[in-house]
């Protein structure tokens, strides 16, 4: 293959976020820099009380039809997304050869809420009181499983669970797909919808959520100095991913270059990072090697920034020790709250629109960064700049470490629909 073939592009976004439910909306939530965050009357009573749902979308009518009522929260926040993507890219399943088309939808956890419900049933009802939709309902390769059934896509179906990198996951293993030329159209993201008592209490109980109950709004603040750790949320995000040469042939418009991928395994700790961020790092040289781009080259790094004490620390020194020329940094959990499965692709998403738009969205609530944190954070409004490479790095409890590579390019057909945000100053 001539090396312009192995250009993976992206040439379709979906998305459903606690910011907004299609595009339009999410970039100017996102560029607006005011969290999502409020109190939840599900989480009523317990110590962590509020989170970032996503609201302003009847998730039923959206995906419509008779199947909605055997499909759990996260699959129809993917189907809705995936749907909006592949429209986004100028595809249709009605057109395409389905046997060529893979979908991977990175899920966490799946479907708790339901599986909650039945044991509640369980206990109150018996056997008999258990839904036989149970398990197709609460396995976390629903998403991929539906959707693949909604777009006839015939290739690869795949579900990484690589806690909340998995969406990230599922973008890179789409790139390797293309580049392998086993399909030529990859759907791929993350979804997760787990605001539930059950999973709160145990984040909460783990010591891993903000505690700041009197301020939910601002609770969520990556690398802030006073930051006590993250604001859980829910939402999918969808990419479609084609090699550049086929989105071109057919009139297809790519957003943006895949450049390169980079996963890694900390082997450190179920849950806390390498404080000294060495797989994170490994994770990043792979990107920059596969993207054949030198450190120096990147404008811009769209942060996992939690919002907690480990997390953060790590990646300040992962992105100052490794990027000395200071690029720009956002982190949009300050918005979104931490989206889980899910935050990897809709984090990609957002480092393709700022590509396009040459727009970097600021982190919410970040007044003062602590003393040693040397970064270019991007706070109050959002920053005029022309950003030609990227990266976007997603890092999850199991040590997992997936670093996406983006590029700019120049625009092919239709400009995207304006942000409403472009006359920031």
């Given amino acids: 293959m001539a090396q312009f073939d192995r250009d993976v592009a992206v040439t379709g976004l979906g998305l459903v976020t606690p910011a907004g439910a299609d595009e339009h909306s999410f970039w100017e939530g996102l560029c607006a820099g005011v969290s999502t965050a409020r109190r939840c009357e599900e989480l009523a009573g317990l110590p962590v009380d509020f989170g970032c749902p996503v609201d302003g979308i009847d998730l039923d009518g959206a995906v419509g039809g008779r199947s909605v009522w055997r499909m759990a929260r996260f699959v129809k926040m993917a189907l809705v997304a995936a749907r909006r993507a592949v429209a986004d890219a100028g595809l249709s399943p009605e057109r395409w050869d389905g046997d060529r088309v893979a979908v991977v939808l990175g899920v966490g956890v799946g479907g708790v809420s339901v599986l909650v419900d039945n044991v509640r049933?369980?206990?109150?009802?018996?056997?008999?009181?258990?839904?036989?939709?149970?398990?197709?309902?609460?396995?976390?390769?629903?998403?991929?499983?539906?959707?693949?059934?909604?777009?006839?896509?015939?290739?690869?179906?795949?579900?990484?669970?690589?806690?909340?990198?998995?969406?990230?996951?599922?973008?890179?293993?789409?790139?390797?797909?293309?580049?392998?030329?086993?399909?030529?159209?990859?759907?791929?993201?993350?979804?997760?919808?787990?605001?539930?008592?059950?999973?709160v209490s145990a984040f909460a109980g783990m010591g891993a959520l903000s505690l700041r109950t009197g301020d939910p709004a601002g609770a969520s603040r990556p690398f802030a100095a006073d930051r006590d750790g993250f604001v859980i949320g829910e939402g999918a995000a969808v990419l479609v991913l084609e090699r550049r040469a086929d989105a071109l042939a057919r009139g297809g418009r790519p957003r943006a270059l895949l450049a390169g991928a980079g996963s890694t395994t900390d082997a450190h700790h179920p849950t806390a990072p390498d404080p000294d961020g060495g797989g994170a790092r490994k994770a990043v040289e792979a990107a920059l090697r596969e993207a054949?781009?030198?450190?120096?080259?990147?404008?811009?790094?769209?942060?996992?920034?939690?919002?907690?004490?480990?997390?953060?620390?790590?990646?300040?020194?992962?992105?100052?020790?490794?990027?000395?020329?200071?690029?720009?940094?956002?982190?949009?959990?300050?918005?979104?709250?931490?989206?889980?499965?899910?935050?990897?692709?809709?984090?990609?998403?957002?480092?393709?629109?700022?590509?396009?738009?040459?727009?970097?969205?600021?982190?919410?609530?970040?007044?003062?960064?602590?003393?040693?944190?040397?970064?270019?954070?991007?706070?109050?409004?959002?920053?005029?700049?022309?950003?030609?490479?990227?990266?976007?790095?997603?890092?999850?409890?199991?040590?997992?470490n997936v670093v996406l590579a983006f590029e700019r390019v120049e625009p092919v057909g239709p400009p995207p629909a304006d942000p409403g945000v472009l006359a920031v100053a």
């Fill in 121 to 199: 049933r369980l206990d109150d009802g018996g056997a008999d009181a258990v839904s036989p939709l149970l398990v197709p309902m609460m396995m976390p390769n629903a998403a991929a499983g539906e959707v693949a059934i909604a777009l006839r896509a015939h290739g690869p179906s795949l579900a990484p669970a690589t806690a909340c990198a998995s969406g990230s996951t599922a973008v890179a293993l789409a790139r390797d797909l293309l580049l392998d030329d086993r399909c030529d159209v990859v759907v791929a993201g993350g979804a997760e919808a787990v605001l539930t008592p059950l999973v």
């Fill in 292 to 400: 054949g781009w030198a450190a120096r080259e990147v404008d811009h790094i769209n942060a996992h920034g939690t919002s907690t004490q480990l997390n953060d620390a790590m990646e300040t020194e992962l992105i100052s020790g490794l990027f000395p020329h200071r690029p720009s940094v956002t982190a949009p959990k300050g918005v979104l709250g931490h989206t889980l499965a899910a935050s990897g692709a809709i984090e990609a998403a957002a480092t393709v629109l700022t590509l396009e738009h040459g727009l970097v969205p600021p982190i919410a609530n970040l007044g003062s960064l602590p003393d040693g944190f040397d970064l270019d954070c991007v706070v109050k409004e959002p920053r005029i700049q022309h950003v030609e490479r990227a990266l976007s790095h997603s890092f999850g409890f199991g040590g997992h």
